[in-house]
């Protein structure tokens, strides 16, 4: 059977306070990157059942919920319970410069991955320079 020792309570207990707890959990990891035309947000979200996972954008506020539940039955009989159980949101303030009307979201593996293409507007392109007259440089975009 598994022992229930642990000399780190009242620190763990402290540190639930400010950072969330296992009811409420205060952080949904994330990694934000920017690979050539595509914006990527990839989130942790570990035996998060992927039908409970809402993923909205508004006014280029994206917002990811999703849910973790502890497993229920009769027979259960809970041990242990350390991993964050609950409903977990995160939002991501996005630019003007995404076009979140084509984003794609895929879930595998407990990683749930958003894929943001970059607007065309926002896109380096080549300004033409022309010499007019006198001298006089006109740029054409």
Avoid: W
Avoid at 21 to 37: C, F, I, K, S
Avoid at 60 to 89: C, I, K, Q, W, Y
Avoid at 113 to 138: C, D, F, H, M, Y
Wanted: a negative charge; aromatic letters at 8%.
């Amino acid at each position: 059977m598994l022992m229930r020792t642990d000399p780190f309570r009242e620190i763990d207990r402290i540190a639930e306070q400010f950072f969330g707890t296992t009811a409420r959990p205060a952080v949904m990891h994330l990694d934000a990157y920017r690979d050539g035309d595509y914006f990527y947000a990839v989130f942790d979200l570990p035996g998060v059942d992927p039908e409970s996972i809402d993923c909205t954008v508004e006014r280029n506020v994206l917002t990811v919920r999703a849910e973790r539940r502890r497993p229920a039955g009769d027979g259960v009989e809970l041990v242990a319970a350390e991993r964050p159980m609950g409903s977990f949101t995160r939002q991501l303030f996005l630019g003007d410069t995404l076009d979140t009307d084509k984003l794609e979201a895929g879930y595998e593996d407990g990683v749930l991955t958003l894929r943001i293409p970059v607007a065309e507007r926002a896109k380096p392109r080549r300004v033409s320079i022309s010499v007019g007259n006198n001298g006089r440089k006109q740029i054409n975009a």
